[in-house]
């Protein structure tokens, strides 16, 4: 989970995603979601075979944003879903065992609820301020480290994360994070990939009351 790249088509610039997304995992990306939110089932489809094709060749686990028949059709590695998405139970018995699912939560309530009924990791935020989701709240330092307290699955922190607030997560026990513009939207998506990563792990290693976690 150490750098968990979310995909964007507004920086494609007429380029492919899949190209864009293999450019990013040859730098350093370790897990891929495809998050489009205005794309028809079937363009969702079709791009997320062509992205996983491209994660297949590199052994990197793909999901999908929210849509459980989408990562079906396509075959995706599981998929990540928030609070107000399908049940998981009901997400899991559709995807199987074999599938990740990822949940977001907000406080440690929330995390213990999703550890209990089987998320594989779970996402935080925003942990900043964020162009991506304007109405965000900030989720607040104090209760990211009792969510990453509460349970001992992988936590990724998202949310306005950049090469120049990452560090400031240090201390905090999250097992990585989650970007989206802090890779697609730099004009070198490997060197900004490669410096992310390297700065995510200065901030794990560097995290001297983080929690053990089992990773699954």
Known sequence: MLLYAITDRSWLNGGSLAK?????????????????????????????????????????????????????????????IGQGDEDMGTVREKLGNDKIIGLSVHNAEEAKKAQEMGADYIGVGAVFSTATKTDAVPVPFDTLQDICR?????????????????????????????????????????????????????????DKNKTLRVQK
């Open 20 to 80: 864009q997304v293999e450019e990013c995992i040859t730098a350093g990306a370790t897990f891929i979601q495809l998050r489009e939110k205005n794309l028809s089932f079937s363009e969702s489809v079709k791009t997320a075979v062509e992205i996983k094709a491209v994660t297949d060749r590199y052994k990197i686990p793909f999901v999908i944003n929210d849509d459980v028949n989408v990562a079906l059709k396509a075959d995706a590695d599981g998929v990540h």
């Open 150 to 206: 509460s349970v001992n699955i992988p936590v990724v922190a998202i949310g306005g994360i950049s090469r120049d607030n990452i560090l400031k997560l240090s201390g905090s026990g999250v097992d990585g994070v989650a970007v989206i513009s802090a890779v697609f939207a730099q004009p070198d998506i490997g060197k900004a990939t490669s410096e992310l990563l390297r700065l995510s792990r200065q901030m794990v290693a560097g």
